[in-house]
């Protein structure tokens, strides 16, 4: 598809990267919220879900729209943070705290989180290149190896 390639190269740039993490997310929480969680803006692009995680410092609900790449029995959710150099901080809350809800399609799911690791990452990150492949792009931008984690359904 055309429209996939073109989407593909523009979320590729730096000028992307800069704008996209101030306005996707508020977006994707203003329409999940107008639809009662049934639809994600982002999601016309990729899967999506929004993550609720336990803050690692605060204790405090955390929610968080994100790309996802369904998989059997689960989802697999990518810590690329659009490609900048930190670690996004949904990444360090669900370190500490596995235990998680995602909103997918209109149902709160609770969910544990691993962390991939070895060749179980490899793997994983075979495939979401196969799926999404300027994942490639935010990895060659930054030293940090993006976190890639498992979750499935408790």
């Not at 989407?7 to 704008?19: I, Y």
């Not at 955390?62 to 901080?89: K, Q, V, Y």
Request: glycine share 8%; net charge positive; hydrophobic share 40%.
């Amino acid at each position: 598809m055309i429209g996939e390639r073109l989407v593909q190269k523009v979320s590729s740039t730096r000028g992307f990267a800069k704008v996209a993490p101030h306005v996707v997310p508020r977006l994707d929480k203003a329409v999940h919220r107008l639809t009662r969680g049934k639809y994600l803006l982002s999601a016309q692009m990729l899967p999506g879900v929004i993550l609720t995680t336990t803050g690692a410092r605060s204790g405090l609900p955390r929610r968080t729209p994100l790309a996802c790449m369904p998989e059997d029995g689960g989802w697999l959710l990518i810590g690329s943070n659009f490609g900048r150099t930190g670690h996004p901080a949904w990444t360090h809350n669900l370190l500490a705290h596995p235990d998680a809800e995602i909103s997918w399609k209109g149902q709160d799911i609770p969910v544990t989180a691993q962390l991939l690791e070895g060749e179980e990452r490899a793997a994983a990150w075979k495939a979401l290149l196969a799926f999404w492949p300027p994942y490639a792009t935010y990895q060659a931008r930054v030293e940090r190896e993006i976190r890639v984690f498992r979750v499935v359904q408790r």
